[in-house]
């Protein structure tokens, strides 16, 4: 029974998992969107201080993961984003931060995996949407940092 129960909960965290993977899979070769997979073996070499915007050195360890969509596309923008928040959603993700500036919104997600957090950064501007999904062993002022 115990077998079981652990099986059935290990299924569910993957199903989550997948779904975030079928939002980057999805746009990853539409025109005007940009997607990047960053594992954990290239955040572990020296020198890697920051992934865009992101500043992640401080951290690097901690993360087992980085994916970044990037839309460009206005007339798309809509499509992801209502896309996006359809998985939050369905798989019970926190919103945890939500932020407006100057018609920046910046909303930030959580889902706890175990002894793994997910965070979700998502910023729309009139013209750009970013999404950006980062899975390890990072706590919400970690992320925060990173984020500044």
Avoid: H, W
Wanted: glycine share 6%; with cysteine.
């Amino acid at each position: 029974m115990k077998r079981l129960i652990l099986l059935t909960m290990i299924l569910a965290a993957c199903g989550a998992l997948r779904a975030q993977d079928e939002l980057f899979k999805k746009y990853e070769n539409t025109k005007g969107v940009e997607t990047v997979y960053i594992s954990k073996s290239l955040l572990s070499m020296a020198g890697v201080a920051d992934i865009g915007d992101l500043n992640v050195s401080k951290v690097a360890k901690k993360i087992d993961r980085i994916q970044v969509l990037e839309c460009e596309r206005p007339s798309l923008m809509p499509a992801i984003r209502d896309y996006a928040l359809g998985i939050f959603k369905k798989d019970k993700y926190e919103q945890i931060m939500r932020t407006t500036d100057d018609g920046e919104v910046t909303y930030i997600y959580q889902k706890q995996r175990g002894k793994q957090n997910e965070f979700v950064i998502l910023t729309t501007e009139k013209d750009e949407l970013t999404i950006v999904n980062i899975l390890g062993s990072l706590t919400l002022k970690e992320i925060k940092e990173i984020a500044e």
